[in-house]
């Protein structure tokens, strides 16, 4: 009597060589159940691929996510965390999101990916994201996004858990939608995360000198949902219309002005820190009316009270928070104006401090020594400080144009 065929005991071979031509990628089974979607990995450098090789519906959806990476992400080597000042981790989770929202955009590629659900929604993955620590469960779930019904289910778990971190992974998902999926959204989701989660990364800056007799109080870094797009207009226009150049992108416009070609656009970015204390009443109202001119900014307001203090990033990579998460973060005096600076001066440049320059240690109390050394710390790490913010000039300083 002949055996009945097993299901799934096909052993197929995938083809990394379509997307990523060249010289034969070596091929590597990994063991196939639960756990397959840990082991596998590609590697374009070295020309290697680690999935299972069964007929699965589960092993076929890891096998597209594995080619997906060959396709759309950077080489490991390419990406320095440290400069980016994310880490790893935050990195490549966001990037297994970006890499499944780009696969799901063609049919067959989410019919795939719904298909093989159970390979990823395993018994670990449920665990991780019930028991985890919280940055680590948003990660896993996260990882999950776009991956058939299971990133719902991932969802609904950690939302049952939390209902923070719930929309701590929902608006780090909008921020990986940045320029229809590019890795630029990978960065900012990532740091996006990392900031939520007050991680300190090696691109950590000292901290400005404090007294002898007078130290900073403690800081606690705040990162609310960004869920609201900063003028859409100015985003969009990352390309620049000329009459010269290689890139045919406009041919509609040979008749008119002739401005055929595109170059690509810098969006105006940086970092500004500003001081929510009792005397900058008002700043805050003056740099959220200027985020449409620099979409790209993050920005961070800080106050503090006692021996504490609170920063909170009200806007990133297009995106800001709601209304109501512009107050003061805390009391209405400074005394963290030293690990603020530090933030600062951890985040890409051009860098600007929106402050009356009264620096202040525990108990809202200041020293000269204090406002010397803090001075000291913005000319060597380029930061700018201004006491009021004029568009003109500030568009001049996150420009780079403006020199500490």
């Known amino acids: 009597m002949a055996r009945k065929p097993q299901p799934h005991a096909q052993t197929v071979r995938p083809w990394p060589e379509i997307v990523a031509p060249g010289p034969a990628f070596e091929i590597v089974p990994v063991p196939v159940g639960g756990n397959a979607h840990c082991i596998a990995r590609c590697s374009l450098s070295l020309r290697s691929l680690h999935v299972p090789l069964d007929s699965s519906p589960a092993s076929r959806a890891i096998r597209l996510h594995e080619l997906g990476h060959l396709q759309f992400s950077p080489a ?50 449920r665990t991780v994201i019930e028991t985890a620590p919280p940055k680590f469960a ?37 921020l990986l939608q940045a320029d229809r999926f590019s890795f630029a959204g990978t960065v900012a989701a990532a740091r996006y995360i990392d900031a939520t989660f007050a991680v300190a990364t090696a691109a950590s800056a000292p901290e400005p000198a404090a007294d002898g007799n007078l130290q900073y109080g403690t800081m606690t870094t705040e990162c609310p949902p960004l869920t609201i797009p900063i003028s859409p207009p100015a985003l969009a226009r990352r390309w620049r219309a000329t009459d010269t150049g290689t890139y045919l992108r406009n041919p509609h ?78 009391a209405g005096g400074n005394t963290i104006d030293g690990p603020a600076l530090a933030w600062l001066a951890s985040q890409p440049g051009p860098r600007l401090w929106v402050s009356d320059g009264e620096v202040t240690g525990i108990g809202d109390k200041q020293t000269p020594t204090l406002k010397h050394n803090a001075a000291a710390y913005c000319t060597a790490h380029n930061i700018v400080r201004r006491r009021y913010v004029p568009a003109n000039e500030t568009l001049a300083i996150l420009r780079g144009e403006v020199r500490s």
């Open 253 to 330: 416009r040979l008749t008119t002005d002739g401005a055929i070609f595109a170059r690509r656009t810098r969006l105006v970015g940086g970092a500004i820190l500003v001081d929510c204390s009792g005397s900058m009443y008002g700043a805050v109202a003056e740099v959220e009316s200027l985020l449409t001119t620099c979409p790209a900014a993050t920005v961070a307001l800080y106050s503090g009270a006692g021996d504490t203090g609170t920063l909170r990033i009200v806007a990133s990579g297009g995106r800001r928070a709601e209304d109501l998460e512009w107050r003061p973060p805390d």
């Open 76 to 125: 490991p080597a390419d990406v320095d965390c440290d400069a980016l000042n994310i880490t790893r981790e935050s990195m490549l989770a966001c990037e297994d999101a970006r890499v499944n929202a780009l696969i799901s955009r063609f049919p067959v590629g989410a019919r795939c990916l719904n298909r093989g659900r159970a390979g990823r929604w395993s018994r670990e993955t």
């Open 138 to 174: 948003v990660l896993q779930a996260l990882a999950c996004a776009r991956w058939g019904s299971a990133g719902a289910a991932a969802d609904r778990l950690l939302a049952a858990r939390d209902g923070r971190l719930a929309r701590i992974a929902r608006a780090a998902f909008i």
